[in-house]
């Protein structure tokens, strides 16, 4: 059983950075492709980034050029750093397993944190 624990949500102004990672565990193999969603209140959860197992990185149009998914596959963890938020970006954000690209319906879901940015 795969287990997906985030953190490094928050508070933050518009134009400023966080940094979410997510701590993955229960899985055998050597890797796995994870990503991210989100989902805003009252709108549909929607994927955000993608890191495939050869490396290969997707993004949602709406946070190209601002987000940043990497993996440290030792630490088996993900991370998202996201900079130039904005308050549309506010959002509870999970992490999500497998996601190797923003169309994969994943099987395995973190808790979720919370991003909050204000104007």
């Known amino acids: 059983q795969v287990q997906l624990v985030e953190s490094g949500g928050g508070s933050v102004q518009a134009g400023g950075s966080l940094r979410l990672s997510c701590a993955a565990s229960g899985y055998t193999y050597s890797r796995i492709c994870m990503g991210w969603f989100r989902q805003a209140p009252g709108k549909e959860r929607e994927a955000v980034a993608a890191f495939d197992s050869d490396d290969t990185t997707s993004y949602a149009d709406s946070v190209k050029g601002r987000f940043t998914i990497s993996q440290d596959n030792a630490k088996k963890t993900l991370y998202l750093q996201m900079n130039s938020l904005k308050p549309e970006d506010t959002a509870m954000y999970y992490c999500?397993?497998?996601?190797?690209?923003?169309?994969?319906?994943?099987?395995?879901w973190g808790q979720g944190t919370q991003v909050t940015v204000s104007s």
């Open positions: 999500a397993a497998p996601l190797c690209s923003l169309y994969w319906v994943p099987d395995y």
